[in-house]
Each structure stands twice: as structure tokens, then as C-alpha cells.
């Protein structure tokens, strides 16, 4: 009676995370693995034949090479213009203002904005004929031009859609690293301004050797979630012009879904995975070490 | 934790699993189900004619009740796809000719053969455009009947015409005229022209028959290589290209421009002419009601190419899933869909140019101002190759277009990649 409780004590908790469990495997495990199974069968084939042709064609895919340079620098700049405006914005919103709690909720609104209408949102405002920003501009700049052309100008596409992307995505960073300033104690700045440091040593010397590790958390999650942007990207650009914003989910959905090569488009999205994978090391490894 | 309420907790889990599990659908009632997809549902005036079909059939069939399902035009081959693999697509769905054959060679869709045979064969295939049907056609078996034929024209602003002098009676007949004549038209911040530059299949729409009416063709006669490195294929995609970045007698912005953009840019006066499908006047009727449509525009042929007159042509298609669970029913909605009052119907509701002949010949079309004109331009019109890798060659031509309207390659060396990179895709790389 006494070891039946006993199993019963020991064992009862699987059945309260069975749930979670099974939706882990539905919508996350079995999919892997069907993408897996898709990824080294021959084209167009079914059953269990093998094959690495796939893999092998991605290694000589010019388009996948260009998507592949064109995320990381998607990736890159976005990580960039997230770090600088969300520690701008988490300094400034850390501080004891009137209205701080009103700042910081409007602070978090473009996070609230899904992906395809942010996108929807940019492309609008940067229409040349419709759009606010041509307007707005001549406002201040009389001489811009009235038409001027942001998504289909070659050298300004790419910067917009990162544009878009720092502003829809910059409170994720925000909020984390507003997190890490409020845990900073106090006093570290009070004795430092006693001993005649100024603002900039504080900042360097204070601020962000105690934000160091959430600033390698929130970077390492945030790359993660830009190396899988899509909706924004479709909806500014399609990916245009040419292959000019071209990202990697945008080339996967297109190569599966519109080019019907559900076995490359496969093998490309394990490529994929496995690259964000080892890109997500130093989170994973920093995590282990934090337990 | 005491015994009693452990036993509590753990079977209210085991019910709670039990419920999300096995608790299928509410039980149905008597009738059955047709889920109707389209991205019209969501289109005026398609939508009228829709929900009319939908209630007389539900009205006339008390047993089946046919559904709304909306999908969306950019992606309506992508949810099908998903849906088709999760065995849970559409009852009916519709599409333009393209996807039908990757459908077919996918399993997605049900043949029709069975149900054509007991409604009389060949005698009933002869009530529709057999040109049409032809698409329907995959590695011997029907996939679907045509639904509507829409050659591409064009539609003119004749107010515009008038404004600067030209007679909208006498549209442009070659390409010296449509570039004159757009000239003309541009005027401050109206244009001349309006193209689709955007990723859309629209976009070949209006750029194919510039290539055919240059004499251009995508591939070689035996299909298995690319012809786009011709002369004659240069001169209809230069042509394109060169409205935009040499005439200037488009819109700016021309890569973010749709099908949808460019009709909005008509209804708001914003250009003068527009290559389109015979349904784009009732569309743009839809997006601007305070324009008088029958007064101020008109349907024109596309403008002859340097060698011979050409269009474009896009076939709707509807087709059964394999998946559906009452295929019969579904026959019933599908063939009532397909019948002489309803595709009628359709016509003066969405002025689709229907496929079903009796339709297509008889007086409604043939005495309507715009439906005359396109109609006129079928024995004109082709289709793009009806290849597996059409899709990926397709995208390398829209990108060497939108490539070539931005100016990041000059026309030719655009051109020339979308060739080596059609090659590549032929030779299976």
C-alpha cells in the first residue's frame, strides 16, 4: 500500500506535464521530423527512399548563397539597431521621470503590432505617391522629391525593411535590459559619483559590466527570432527588388509553396536550423552555466 | 497530498485528455457540408455573385449546404497546399491554370472523369471553351472545368484621352502609338500607363504580351531550353522595362505595384490606361464608386507587337479535393456552379468572360461594350509553358524585371541572368 503511494508520488507528475508534452511533439517534434524524412527524399518521391541530393544542391545554389549573406546581414544590423535603441530607450525609461510607467507602455507598443501589419504599416508610409514620409519629409526639406521611392530604390529597400524590423522588434531587447538596469544596485553609482567618476564611466564602468549577461541573453534570443523574420519581410518587399531583401524563411515559404519542391525546400530549412543552431551556442552554453 | 483529492485531480486530467481527444466535431446535423473556396469572398463585386450562388443552392437543397471559405490571392496556393497535406482542403476550391498540374501530380485533386461520364461524356465536355479544357487536361485525366477565359486588353480613360487631344475612338494600334499616346497622357502627377512590377503572377500578364508580340517565346520549341536570350525576346521585355525607366510614363514605385494597386491607381484617375482583365472595370467600380465607369473608360485591344498582334490569358479553374468527404455533394455544388444561369449570372455580376460557350456566345457578352472587346482578343492569347519548373523560371523573370525597373542590372544583363538561371533550373540543377 505504502510503495503504491510512493509510485503513485513519484509518477504523478508526468501525467500533469503529459499535456504539454504531447502538444510539444504535435507541433514541434513531428513536424522536425517530417521536414527531416522530406529532406533526404528524392524529388517528388514517397516512402523511404534516401538521399543527400538535396544537400548537396544547396552547397551550389547561387540564390541560397546570396539569401544566405543577405540574412546575416538582415540579422546583423537588426541586433545592432535593437541593441542601440533598446539600451537607449532602457536608460531613458530607467530613469525617475513624471510619466515613466506612460513612457514605458508606449515604449512596448510595436511589439504588440504583428509582424505582417508592421509590414503592411511601412509599406504604406513608404509608398511614393500615398505615402506620409514623402510629405513629412518635404515638410522640413522642400526640395524632396514628391514621388521619391523607397521599397523599389535599390540602395534604400534593404535599409528600410531593417528599419521596420529595429522598430517592430527593438522592445523585446528593451524591456530585458531594462530588467538588467533596475537589478544594478544604486549604491555602485552613488560611490562611484563620490569618487568623481562622471556619467560615461558609470555607463562603462558600472552599467554595462552589470548588464553583460543580459545584453549576451537578449542578443542571442533576439538573433534567433530575426534569423526566422518573415511576415515583415513579405509584406514590405516580397523579397525585392530582384532577390535584394531576399531572406531565408522568405526563400524556404517560396521554394516549398510556390515552386512546389517540398523536398529541397526541406533540406534548405534543416540547413537552416542547423545553422541557427550553432549561431545559438553561446546562449545555450551561457544558460547551462547560469544553473 | 491526501488520497481523495489526488484521485480528484487525476481524473479530471484523464477526462480533460479525453475530451480534447476524442471529442471529434459537434455532431453533425443532416446536412452536408461544401466548404467554397475562393479569394473572391473577399472582392467586390465577386462576392455578390457568390453569396447569391450560395443561398439559391442552400435554398434549392435543403440536404447540402454549401460554405463560405476564404482564402487570399497570394497565398491561396500555399493554404491549399498545407490544408491538401493535412488531408482537411477545401471541398472546392479555385484557381487560375497554373498550379492545376503540380496539384494533379501531388494527389491534391479529385479527377472528374466519373462524373463527366454520367453526365454524358464528351456531349457535356462540348459545352465548354475546349482550348480551356485542354488545361483541365493532366497525364490523361480532368482535373476541372474551365470557369471563365479573361484575354488580357486594355482599358483606356477616354476623359483623359480627350483632355490632351487624342481620340479614344482610335486607341493606340502598335507600340509607337502606345508610347506616344502615354506621353500624351502624362500629365503633373498623372501618368500614362499603369504596369505591374510587383511578385505576382499578374506581372506576366502584362508583361507576356509584349514578349509574343515581339515575337519572343520563354522556351526553345522542344522545351527543353530556355529562348530567352532571342533578340525578339530582349525587344518585348526591353519594352516593358524601358515604359518605366526611359519613357516614364508609369507611376513610381512600379516593383511595389500589384494588380490590385494598379486598378486602384485607374479608379482614382492616377493613370490612363491600364492592361487588364476583362473583369478590372467592375473592380475598379468596386474601389471608387463615384467614378462613372461606363462614361469614362473603355476596352481596347493590347497594342500589336513589331511582329504580330498577341496577349495573355488567365483561365479560372475550380477544382474538388481529393479529400473531400462527400464527393458527390460536392459534384452537385460543383456542376450547379457550373451551369448555364449561374455562369451567366456571373458574368453580369463580375463581367468574367465565362467558359461554358453557350454562355460565351449568347447575346449578354456578345452586346457588352467591354466583354466584346476582350472577348475578341482570344484567338490572340496564350498561356506561358505549362512546365513543372515554370514556377522557378517565372521568379527568375520577375526578378530580372524588377532588377531591371530599379536599375540595379541594365535590361540585357537582367534578361541574360533570368536565361542562365532558366537553363540551370531545365537541366535539373
Redesign the interface.
Known amino acids: 500500500m505504502r510503495s503504491g503511494h510512493a509510485w503513485h508520488d513519484r509518477h504523478i507528475g508526468y501525467l500533469f506535464v503529459l499535456p504539454a508534452t504531447l502538444m510539444l511533439v504535435v507541433v514541434l517534434i513531428f513536424p522536425a521530423f517530417i521536414t527531416l524524412k522530406a529532406s533526404v527524399t528524392p524529388q517528388g518521391g514517397a516512402g523511404w527512399h534516401f538521399t543527400l541530393a538535396h544537400y548537396q544542391k544547396t552547397l551550389h545554389d547561387p540564390v541560397l548563397l546570396q539569401t544566405f549573406k543577405n540574412t546575416f546581414a538582415f540579422v546583423a544590423w537588426s541586433l545592432v539597431g535593437h541593441f542601440i535603441l533598446g539600451l537607449s530607450l532602457a536608460l531613458a525609461l530607467n530613469q525617475a521621470l513624471p510619466g515613466q510607467t506612460f513612457f514605458r507602455l508606449v515604449a512596448l507598443i510595436p511589439w504588440t503590432i504583428p509582424d505582417v501589419v508592421a509590414g503592411i504599416f511601412f509599406r504604406w508610409v513608404l509608398n511614393p505617391i500615398h505615402g506620409a514620409m514623402n510629405p513629412l519629409i518635404r515638410m522640413v526639406f522642400p526640395s524632396f522629391p514628391a514621388e521619391f521611392t523607397w521599397l523599389s530604390n535599390p540602395t534604400l529597400a534593404f535599409p528600410s525593411v531593417i528599419i521596420a524590423n529595429v522598430w517592430r522588434g527593438y522592445p523585446l531587447v528593451m524591456v530585458m535590459l531594462l530588467a538588467g538596469l533596475m537589478a544594478i544596485p544604486r549604491e555602485l553609482y552613488e560611490a562611484a559619483a563620490v569618487d568623481g567618476a562622471g556619467r560615461l564611466r558609470r555607463f562603462f564602468h558600472i552599467t554595462l559590466p552589470g548588464l553583460s549577461t543580459i545584453i549576451t541573453i537578449a542578443l542571442a534570443l533576439d538573433m534567433v527570432w530575426e534569423f526566422r523574420r518573415f511576415a515583415l519581410v513579405v509584406a514590405m518587399t516580397g523579397g525585392g527588388p530582384g532577390t535584394l531583401t531576399e531572406v531565408l524563411s522568405t526563400l524556404v515559404y517560396k521554394t516549398y509553396f510556390q515552386f512546389f519542391t517540398f523536398e529541397y525546400a526541406s533540406a534548405m530549412a534543416i540547413l537552416m536550423s542547423a545553422v541557427l543552431f550553432v549561431l545559438s551556442l553561446p546562449y545555450i552554453i551561457l544558460v547551462g552555466r547560469e544553473r | ?1 491526501a ?1 481523495g483529492s ?1 484521485r480528484w ?2 481524473g479530471a ?1 484523464v477526462i ?2 479525453a475530451v ?1 481527444f476524442l471529442a471529434g466535431p459537434a455532431a453533425a446535423g443532416e446536412k452536408i457540408k461544401i466548404r467554397f473556396q475562393t479569394w473572391h469572398w473577399g472582392e467586390k463585386p465577386w462576392v455578390t455573385a457568390l453569396d447569391a450562388f450560395k443561398d439559391d443552392f442552400n435554398k434549392a437543397n435543403p440536404d447540402i449546404e454549401v460554405v463560405r471559405d476564404e482564402s487570399r490571392y497570394a ?1 491561396k ?2 493554404v491549399y ?2 490544408t491538401s497535406q493535412a488531408k482537411a482542403a477545401a471541398d472546392i476550391a479555385h484557381f487560375q491554370h497554373r ?1 492545376i498540374p ?1 496539384f494533379a ?2 494527389g491534391y485533386l479529385m479527377p472528374l472523369d466519373s462524373f463527366i461520364q454520367k453526365e454524358g461524356g464528351q456531349k457535356f465536355l462540348a459545352l465548354y471553351d475546349q482550348a480551356a479544357l485542354e488545361v483541365c487536361k493532366y497525364k490523361g485525366k480532368i482535373y476541372c472545368l474551365p470557369d471563365f477565359v479573361n484575354p488580357m486588353g486594355m482599358l483606356i480613360n477616354m476623359a483623359h484621352y480627350k483632355e490632351v487631344g487624342l481620340d479614344p475612338t482610335k486607341p493606340p494600334a502598335n507600340w509607337d502609338q502606345l508610347v506616344e499616346y502615354a506621353k500624351k497622357l502624362t500629365t503633373g ?1 498623372r501618368y500614362g500607363i499603369g504596369l505591374i ?3 505576382q503572377e499578374g506581372l506576366f500578364m502584362r508583361l507576356n504580351p509584349f514578349i509574343w508580340g515581339a515575337g519572343g517565346e520563354f522556351l526553345t520549341p522542344d522545351g527543353k531550353h530556355s529562348a530567352m536570350d532571342t533578340p525578339e525576346f530582349l525587344a518585348g521585355f526591353k519594352f516593358y522595362v524601358d515604359l518605366f525607366t526611359k519613357y516614364k510614363v508609369v ?6 505595384q500589384g494588380a490590385q494597386e494598379v486598378r486602384t ?1 485607374v479608379a482614382f484617375e ?1 493613370v490612363s490606361m491600364n492592361v487588364s482583365v476583362p473583369q478590372a472595370w467592375k473592380i475598379v467600380q468596386a474601389i471608387n464608386p463615384n467614378m462613372k465607369v461606363l462614361e469614362t473608360l473603355t476596352a481596347v485591344p493590347v497594342p500589336a507587337g513589331p511582329k504580330k498582334m498577341a496577349t495573355a490569358a488567365e483561365y479560372g479553374m475550380r477544382v474538388i479535393s481529393a479529400f473531400t468527404k462527400h464527393p458527390d455533394a460536392a459534384w452537385k455544388v460543383y456542376k450547379s456552379w457550373y451551369s448555364h444561369d449561374i455562369q451567366l449570372r456571373n458574368f453580369q455580376i463580375a463581367a468574367v468572360l465565362s467558359a461554358r460557350l453557350d454562355v460565351k456566345n449568347g447575346p449578354e457578352m456578345q452586346n457588352d461594350k467591354f466583354a466584346r472587346v476582350y472577348s475578341a482578343q482570344a484567338q490572340f492569347a496564350k498561356l506561358e509553358p505549362r512546365i ?1 519548373e515554370w ?2 523560371i517565372g ?1 527568375a523573370v520577375i ?2 524585371t ?2 531591371a ?5 541594365t535590361p540585357e544583363q537582367a534578361l541574360k541572368d533570368a536565361h542562365t ?1 532558366a537553363n540551370r533550373i531545365l537541366s535539373g ?1
Open positions: 497530498m488520497r489526488r485531480i487525476v486530467l480533460g485528455l480534447i497565398d496556393e500555399t497546399t498545407a498550379p503540380m501530380e501531388r502627377s512590377g510587383a511578385r507611376p513610381p514605385g512600379v516593383i511595389e491607381q492616377k513543372p514556377p522557378k521568379d526578378t530580372a524588377q532588377e525597373f530599379s536599375g540595379m542590372k538561371a540543377q
